[in-house]
C-alpha cells in the first residue's frame, strides 16, 4: 500500500511490514529509499494508512462484507437496470 503526501511517498507492505520512503520532489523515480533517514516522516504517514485501513475496515462490515468499491459498483448497476425497466 502507499500512500503520497505534497513531498514524501511512503509504500508500505502488510506482508513483510517493510517501509520504503521516498521524497518525490527531489527523486520522483524513487531511486533511493529515505526511510532510516527520516523515520519519524515515515511513522506519521504509517499511522495514516492505518487510520485509513481501520476505517475502510468499518465501512466494510457496515456494508455487509463488502469494500466501498463493490458497494458502489453494485448501486450503479441497480440505478442501470432501473433506467432499462428491469426492476422497479
Known amino acids: 500500500m ?15 511490514r517493510k517501509k520504503e520512503l521516498y521524497n518525490i520532489v527531489h527523486d520522483p523515480s524513487e531511486e533511493k529509499d529515505i526511510c532510516e533517514l527520516n523515520n519519524g ?10 487510520q485509513w485501513t481501520r476505517e475502510n475496515e468499518k465501512l466494510k462490515n457496515a456494508f455487509g462484507g463488502k469494500t466501498s468499491a463493490e458497494v458502489s459498483s453494485r448501486q450503479d ?3 442501470r ?4 425497466g428491469y426492476i422497479q
Open 41 to 50: 516522516i515515515a511513522e506519521s504517514m504509517l499511522r495514516e494508512i492505518n
Open 77 to 79: 448497476a441497480l440505478r
Open 2 to 16: 502507499a500512500i503520497r503526501g505534497s513531498e514524501f511517498k511512503l509504500i508500505y507492505s502488510f506482508n513483510s
Open 81 to 84: 437496470l432501473k433506467a432499462l
